[in-house]
């Protein structure tokens, strides 16, 4: 089996075959330094930021990971190669997702462009990083009782007013009776989280959310 990325250092005697040899079916190349070939997934350079690297790394296992039938991740397309120069550098927080939603949020995000992403499975926590961080994006699992959850969406909004902000509820989704639906979209926008998306996770409904932060 061939691996799902490959790392070459531009500067190394190995780097003229990644240039002239075809990368196998899905495999995406991370190049390091300058001179990088038309199909590299990922150009970064020294001092090597691994943060960002690392994130590559989970979000492509973690597509690869999730199952089929709970979202259909594609990470077979190449990404851009660089941010543009006017677009704005965009971090996520997440606050109390659940673990194969934290690895579905991580990897629907790299594929938008988002690779800083923060968790929060605590109010402390997530008091911290707001106030330390601004951010582009914030989900918060709304189900989620051992957390001030509203309290935290509610400071996020107001400190972050141009972000993405989502909730997360398994009383958005159509089974739900309809008062329920009606209060909880209520609640939010006085909350001022701006997206719904029901839970289990919908690929559509996340996708058409996620498309925003392009």
Not at 77 to 99: F, I, K, M
Not at 137 to 159: K, P, T
Request: glycine share 8%; aromatic share 6%.
């Amino acid at each position: 089996m061939h691996a799902h990325v490959a790392l070459v250092d531009g500067d190394s005697a190995e780097a003229v075959l990644a240039h002239a040899k075809e990368l196998p079916k899905g495999q995406r190349l991370i190049w390091v330094g300058a001179g990088a070939p038309a199909h590299a997934w990922r150009v970064v350079g020294r001092p090597i930021q691994w943060a960002g690297i690392l994130n590559d790394l989970d979000a492509v296992y973690a597509a690869r990971q999730v199952d089929s039938g709970f979202l259909d991740l594609d990470v077979t397309s190449p990404a851009p190669l660089e941010t543009p120069p006017d677009a704005p550098h965009l971090r996520a927080l997440l606050v109390g997702p659940q673990p194969q939603e934290e690895a579905v949020f991580r990897a629907r995000l790299a594929l938008v462009g988002v690779l800083d992403i923060d968790v929060a499975q605590n109010t402390e926590l997530a008091l911290g990083l707001i106030g330390r961080q601004h951010y582009g994006c914030g989900v918060f699992n709304l189900d989620d009782h051992h957390i001030d959850v509203w309290s935290l969406a509610r400071l996020f909004a107001q400190r972050n007013p141009q972000a993405l902000t989502m909730g997360l509820s398994e009383h958005a989704g159509p089974l739900s009776p309809w008062w329920s639906r009606r209060r909880l979209r209520r609640d939010t926008e006085r909350t001022g989280i701006n997206s719904l998306v029901a839970r289990p996770l919908n690929a559509d409904e996340l996708q058409r959310s996620l498309d925003l932060l392009r």
